[in-house]
T-cell receptor, first 114, second 113 residues
Framework: EAQVTQNPRYLITVTGKKLTVTCSQN?????MSWYRQDPGLGLRQIYY???????DKGDVPEGYKVSRKEKRNFPLILESPSPNQTSLYFC?????????????FGQGTRLTVV | AQSVSQHNHHVILSEAASLELGCNYS??????LFWYVQYPGQHLQLLLK??????LVKGIKGFEAEFIKSKFSFNLRKPSVQWSDTAEYFC???????????FGPGTSLSVIP
């Protein structure tokens, strides 16, 4: 089954404790991205990757890091989480296809930083 | 810069009522438009999309949307809602498959049995 898998689904952590949220897709998509969802703001892009070893900042990259060592994986790293990073996070992937612009989303990771 | 706005923050309807959720976007070029739905506790699922061609787009679960280029609008409709349609609905646009998806703030729909 074609899917984007995120782990963990729920995470509570303390301020300053490094954490990683994993994202994996099995559709051989080139484009992957991370979004955070906050009430009234919709989803905002944090980072994206056009392909292996190619990453770039989205609209709200502060406090986050990513890497793309393999095509299928795109982990999101919070080196020193802070309470304002409490949010719902989604990973998404899509192919490089002029006529196929739909993005596939993971199940989401609800992060609480206390 | 491109942006998406949605007319309603929260909509409450009775079952069998008709639904129309407004969406407007700002971008002068060719865009791809989407409606995503997020059921409680779940991920975003694509309801329908407009890429080109017929401006009236039919999606899953009886939803449809009409692209009106002159009004920069992409409103979502359903003739008769069900309790199971209770969810958050996001309008979104994307210029190309190399660009980010730009989301509206979302509309929360509550359907009362």
């Amino acid at each position: 089954e074609a899917q984007v898998t995120q782990n963990p689904r729920y995470l509570i952590t303390v301020t300053g404790k490094k954490l990683t949220v994993t994202c994996s897709q099995n559709m051989n998509h080139e484009y992957m991205s991370w979004y955070r969802q906050d009430p009234g703001l919709g989803l905002r892009q944090i980072y994206y990757s056009m392909n292996v070893e190619v990453t770039d900042k989205g609209d709200v990259p502060e406090g986050y890091k990513v890497s793309r060592k393999e095509k299928r994986n795109f982990p999101l790293i919070l080196e020193s989480p802070s309470p304002n990073q409490t949010s719902l996070y989604f990973c998404a992937s899509s192919p490089w296809d002029r006529s196929y612009t739909e993005a596939f989303f993971g199940q989401g990771t609800r992060l609480t930083v206390v | 810069a491109q942006s998406v706005s949605q007319h309603n923050h929260h909509v409450i309807l009775s079952e069998a009522a008709s639904l129309e959720l407004g969406c407007n976007y700002s971008y002068g070029g060719t865009v791809n438009l989407f409606w995503y739905v997020q059921y409680p506790g779940q991920h975003l699922q694509l309801l329908l999309k407009y890429f080109s061609g017929d401006p009236l787009v039919k999606g899953i679960k009886g939803f449809e949307a009409e692209f009106i280029k002159s009004k920069f609008s992409f409103n979502l409709r359903k003739p008769s809602v069900q309790w199971s349609d209770t969810a958050e609905y996001f309008c979104a646009l994307r210029k190309t498959s190399y660009d980010k998806v730009i989301f509206g703030p979302g509309t929360s729909l509550s359907v009362i049995p």
